[in-house]
Structures are given as structure tokens and as C-alpha cells.
């Protein structure tokens, strides 16, 4: 999802290119890790999630089994996709920041999406998203990319994903930060899109992304009302209640907290 204030050609008219450059596939043990959050650390039975910036409806393909989604992005494009993948599930075009939907959730998840929020309002804002979305007693999951906390340049590619018509992409990046003291840093990407009669296109685009250190997570996430879930806010945990490890492969960053009963 791209913040309102920046549109990328990868959620624009390059979206259909979405499950060939992030194949579908690639969230299944992160999705199942996320599931057994849900399902074994909320205070409440969780049926009903509010998935905030679905984009093209990746996490959400390997969560609609065991939860009724409501699906929200900013993209009509990548809701687009996301429908074509999960057409049982509600899908609803808003900005994270200031929808309102006037109904609350047993939980909401806000994935890496929340990497397009740069600024720490704008994070307080989603974050009371969120927060008006949860139902007392309910589970929040926030899951971006990156923490402002030992931060390390990256370089890596990807993709790798086909489609029955032939067409074929992969792509390159390289994560770095232009300026240690603010709250965000910078993705360099380079999309090579073969098409079915072989033809390729190659892409370059930047993407600034949202890097807030721990301490602002847990400021604004408590000053929201939220209070932090079993294991700090920020930590992941690893084994549910019973302390059984918990299935799939743990996100890098997760904030679970709670909204009081």
C-alpha cells in the first residue's frame, strides 16, 4: 500500500505485475506464524479481522481459511488483484489513517504495509485505526519491514513468479538509510518484467519506507490505549500460552498489544 502522499508504479499500473514479483507462495509460513498469534494469544476468540493495507491480498490468501476477513487498501489496482485471489472476502477501498468503518473487530492486523507511513503522526494515526477497530478485548498485530533499532543496509532480489500466460518477473533491491536521524529509509528497486513473447521491460523506482525506533512504537501504541500483549511490545514472541512453539516462520518485527476489555 503507498502512502496517499506517494504513488508507486508498483501498486499503480505495475499491480498486476504483484503475485510475479511477490509470488503468493512467499507469506505462507510468515502467515502461518501470524495465525497462531491470533489464534492462541488473544483474550478473545478471534473470528473477524480488519486487515489494514491488504494490498494484493497475500497474507490475506493464507489467513481466509481460519478467520472472516475485511480487507482494506489504498490501491484500487491492488485491490483489484487481491479480489481476483480472494473473492470471499470483503474488500474496501481506505486510507489506513482515517477510515472509519463504525464497527469494531476481534482483531486487526496491519502488515508491511504500515512501512509506507514515514512520519510518526501519521503512524499515531493508523495506530488509532486500529485502536477504533479493535473490540475490547481484542488483539492488535503491527508488522513492518524495519525498526529505526539495529537497522542494517541490505541488498537481496526476489520474485521469480509465472503466470499462465508466460509472463515472468524478478527484481533487485538495496535498503539503506539516507539520514540515521529521522524515521525512515530508503528501498532502491529494479523490476525486470518479461512479458509472454519475451520482450523485457526494466523498472526503477524508490520507495521511502518508515523506520521508527521501538521506544516510538511503544509510546504511541500505549498513549493510543493499547497495552502490550504476552511478551513485550515489539518482541516476538515464540510459543503460545501452553508454551508450544508456534507453527511457521516469526515476522523480524511484530508489536502485539491489546485494546482493554
Sequence with gaps: ?????????????????????????EYAEEAAYLTGVLSSRSPVCVNEVLDLGSGGGHVAMHLKDKFMLTL????DD????????????RHLRGDMRTIRLARTFDAVLVHDAIDYITTQDDLARVIATAFNHCRPGGTALFVPDYVK?????LAGSGGGGTDGTGRHATFRER???????????RADYEFILRQADGSVEVIRE????????RDVWQRLLTSAGFVPGTGSAGSVPGADPAG??????PPANMFLVHRPP
Excluded: K
Design 175 to 185: 535498503t539503506w538509510d539516507p539520514d540515521p536521524t529521522d524515521d525512515w529509509v
Design 72 to 75: 482494506v487498501d489504498i490501491s
Design 206 to 213: 524508490s520507495h521511502r519506507l518508515g523506520a521508527f525506533s
Design 149 to 153: 533499532d539495529g537497522f542494517r543496509e
Design 1 to 25: 500500500m503507498p502512502n496517499a502522499d506517494h504513488e508507486y508504479r508498483l501498486y499503480g499500473d505495475l499491480a498486476d505485475w504483484w503475485p510475479l514479483i511477490s509470488p503468493p507462495r
Design 244 to 249: 508450544r512453539a508456534l507453527p511457521g516462520r
Design 78 to 89: 491492488m485491490l483489484a488483484v487481491s479480489r481476483r485471489l480472494n473473492p470471499e472476502c
